[in-house]
Each structure stands twice: as structure tokens, then as C-alpha cells.
């Protein structure tokens, strides 16, 4: 086995801010911070457009192209779930990739809905004078919904993490904070984007969601 670098930067910390985000998300919501909660919804909206910006021109693990597999695969994948083997996926397995897939479309369903969400109250979404009122109270159900459907794929995510790591003895946390994977020798590794790049495009989401919140 060697040690193999497959995880870049930028996904990693966006996978961790991201989490940090979605539960500053959560508790906002409960505490009734909702001026925060717009705050850190924005973030939020910026990670995302970043993470499907990088999915096209990021590293080969971070792009759509590489872990995106048809569905029958992700199925048989998870059929071998009680299968006790090393860890040969270089980035997502079949079944990881549309779990990535799904929850980024969740969580920009949520951005979007909250862009143009009421309260009932003092707090409006940024886009709310665009609709009139009974379309946002719509989209504000729609925004609750969303992130009750994003809370239950959390769950399913961590258990199948606990899974991994319990039937197959392989550690799907480790690599995501330090980039590192035990390969098999004569696999090829990954390439790898110069980070500086990812700034830049986390720059444009940047201006894209100011540009929509000052609209």
C-alpha cells in the first residue's frame, strides 16, 4: 500500500465549513436568530455555487465526471456494503457520489427557497419583493421542508459513515481531513488543482450571491 494524495484542499474546507454552516443554519433557525440565520444562509449559498463551479474544473476527485456512476453500479456497490475489503476508490465510491449529488441539490434548494422566505414577521429573503406574498409563504413551507429532507440525508450520511467504518474497516473521515488514502501500489494518483484557483473561483460565487442579495 502507499500513501496517496486525493482530496485537494479547497473540497476538504469546504466540506468542513459547510458543516460548521449548516449547523450555525440550524441553530439560528431555533434560537429565532433570523438576521444570522440570513447571514449564514448566504455562506451557505456561496459554498454551494462554488462546490458545482469546482465540480467542472477542480481536481479529478472533485469533478462530476469521475465519481458520478450510473445508478445500478451505486446499487451494487451497496449490496457489497457487509463485504469486509481495503478501500480502492480514490475519491467517492459509486453510492458516496450521488449522496454528493443529492445533498448539494438539497442544500441549494434551501438556499433558494430562503432567498425568497418570510417570517411573517420583520425578516424577508433578500429576492422576496419579486414575488408577491402567497408565492413566498409557499416557498417559505418549501424552504422548511428542504432542510427537513437535508437533516434526514445528514443522518443517513454519518450512518453510512459508522457503517464503513464498522462492517468494512475503512476510515472515510481520515482522508477528508488530511487529503491522504492508502492506495494500492501502481494505482495513479489523482491530479490535483493548484488551490489558487479555487480561490478565484470562490471569489466569482462570492460576487454572484452579492450581486443577487443587492438585486
Given at each position: 500500500m502507499q500513501r496517496m494524495k486525493v482530496w485537494?484542499?479547497?473540497?476538504?474546507?469546504?466540506?468542513?465549513?459547510?458543516?460548521?454552516?449548516?449547523?450555525?443554519?440550524?441553530?439560528?433557525?431555533?434560537?429565532?436568530?433570523?438576521?444570522?440565520?440570513?447571514?449564514?444562509?448566504?455562506?451557505?449559498?456561496?459554498?454551494?455555487?462554488?462546490?458545482?463551479?469546482?465540480g467542472f474544473v477542480g481536481s479529478d476527485t472533485a469533478r462530476f465526471s469521475r465519481f458520478l456512476r450510473s445508478p445500478v453500479e451505486a446499487l451494487r456497490h451497496l449490496t457489497h456494503l457487509g463485504r469486509r475489503e481495503p478501500d480502492h476508490e480514490i475519491g467517492h465510491n459509486p453510492a458516496g457520489g450521488w449522496m454528493v449529488l443529492v445533498m448539494l441539490a438539497l442544500?441549494?434548494?434551501?438556499?433558494?427557497?430562503?432567498?425568497?422566505?418570510?417570517?411573517?414577521?420583520?425578516?424577508?429573503?433578500?429576492?422576496?419583493?419579486?414575488?408577491?406574498?402567497?408565492?413566498?409563504?409557499?416557498?417559505?413551507?418549501?424552504?422548511?421542508?428542504?432542510?427537513?429532507?437535508?437533516?434526514?440525508?445528514i443522518v443517513l450520511h454519518v450512518l453510512a459513515i459508522a457503517a464503513y467504518a464498522v462492517l468494512k474497516r475503512q476510515n472515510?473521515?481520515?482522508?477528508?481531513?488530511?487529503?491522504?488514502?492508502?492506495?494500492?501500489?501502481g494505482v495513479r494518483a489523482p491530479g490535483l488543482v493548484n488551490p489558487l484557483w479555487a480561490?478565484?473561483?470562490?471569489?466569482?460565487?462570492?460576487?454572484?450571491?452579492?450581486?443577487?442579495?443587492?438585486?
Open positions: 485537494d484542499l479547497p473540497v476538504r474546507l469546504f466540506h468542513w465549513v459547510l458543516v460548521v454552516l449548516m449547523a450555525a443554519s440550524w441553530l439560528t433557525q431555533y434560537r429565532n436568530k433570523m438576521d444570522v440565520h440570513m447571514w449564514v444562509g448566504e455562506w451557505v449559498l456561496t459554498l454551494v455555487l462554488f462546490r458545482v463551479v469546482w442544500i441549494g434548494a434551501v438556499c433558494a427557497t430562503g432567498m425568497l422566505s418570510n417570517d411573517d414577521g420583520d425578516t424577508e429573503g433578500p429576492l422576496t419583493h419579486f414575488i408577491g406574498k402567497d408565492q413566498s409563504d409557499w416557498l417559505t413551507r418549501m424552504h422548511y421542508w428542504s432542510f427537513k429532507a437535508i437533516e434526514i440525508v472515510l473521515v481520515r482522508p477528508m481531513v488530511t487529503g491522504v488514502k492508502l492506495m494500492p501500489e480561490l478565484a473561483v470562490l471569489a466569482l460565487a462570492f460576487g454572484a450571491v452579492v450581486f443577487m442579495v443587492k438585486l
